[in-house]
């Protein structure tokens, strides 16, 4: 559909995984994508492979004056940015008395200073032309709690709010910011062991579509919202998770009427 024809756009974290995904399709729907990522091996080799339409630009979410460079390359390269997709993030495995303090800053600084400096350089540039979208993509966790996971957890529920707050700012320059909240992804976060088949969706029986999403799910969701088609949503968050935040899928019982169903 080509339904990114002629527009920039700037993928964090977009050298691997959901980013990756996001990349492909943006550049499929006829967009420029900019892969912007600390992994520079994977990053080169995927702009080789989109070719005219991709380029790699080193990008350390979050220091500031790497963003204003990134900006400001863009905009001389390309004259444009119409897109951005916050995908960068990382997560820590503990529970809350065994998060160090460096751990707890290190995931709040990619997770949420990393967006919060992207929406500052990137909703400025477009703020000034009085267009542009932005995807912060948060979590299933941005909704819900969940155990041994804090940090992750309270960040995301951060760029959920902070996705609400840039929404106000810059919804009335034309410049729209919405969240998109993955359940668990086949991806090196999301299946760390790299589990193929039908054993990648073990442990997924209770959500109502009982497998893991695939990356590519997650990235369509975020063309979606950044194209025209979602021209008059802003502030908004979309749940890309197989029905999970919707709560625990039950098999009912055999034989039993709905009312002797499990009911948690």
């Known amino acids: 559909m080509q339904r990114m024809n002629g527009r920039v756009a700037i993928v964090t974290g977009g050298a691997k995984g959901m980013g990756a995904a996001t990349c492909r399709l943006f550049a499929q729907e006829g967009a420029s994508v900019v892969i912007a990522d ?13 070719g005219d339409q991709a380029f790699f630009q080193r990008l350390d979410v ?3 004056e790497e963003w204003q460079r990134l900006v400001a390359t863009v905009l001389a390269r390309q004259g444009r940015i119409d897109a951005l997709v916050n995908n960068a993030g990382i997560v820590s495995f503990a529970d809350i008395e065994h998060v160090s303090e460096a751990d707890f800053d290190r995931v709040y600084a990619v997770n949420v200073k990393g967006a919060f400096l992207g929406i500052k ?16 993509i948060s979590s299933i ?3 819900r709690g969940a155990s041994g996971v804090a940090a992750y957890v309270a960040s995301k529920w951060a760029l ?4 609400k707050a840039a929404a106000l700012e810059y919804g009335h320059h034309g ?3 919405n969240s998109v909240h993955p359940g ?5 976060m999301g299946n760390p062991v790299g589990l193929t088949g039908a054993a990648k969706n073990s442990g997924y029986e209770r959500v109502p579509l009982q497998r893991i999403g695939e990356p590519g799910e997650i990235a369509a969701a975020s063309l979606f919202l950044c194209s025209d088609e979602a021209s008059y949503i802003c502030g908004a968050e979309l749940a890309v998770d197989g ?12 034989g039993a009427p709905a009312s002797l169903a499990p009911a948690g």
């Not at 350089?121 to 912060?136: P, S, T």
């Not at 668990?184 to 090196?188: N, P, R, S």
């Open 38 to 50: 600390t992994a520079e091996e994977e990053g080169r080799a995927l702009a080789a492979e989109l």
């Open 62 to 64: 979050t220091n500031g």
């Open 121 to 136: 350089h990137v909703g400025g540039a477009m703020k000034a032309v009085g267009r542009g979208a932005i995807v912060n």
């Open 141 to 143: 966790d941005g909704l």
């Open 160 to 163: 959920r709010g902070l996705t």
């Open 175 to 177: 410049v729209r910011v």
């Open 184 to 188: 668990g992804v086949d991806t090196t």
């Open 243 to 254: 029905g999970w935040s919707a709560g625990h899928y039950h098999a009912m019982l055999p």
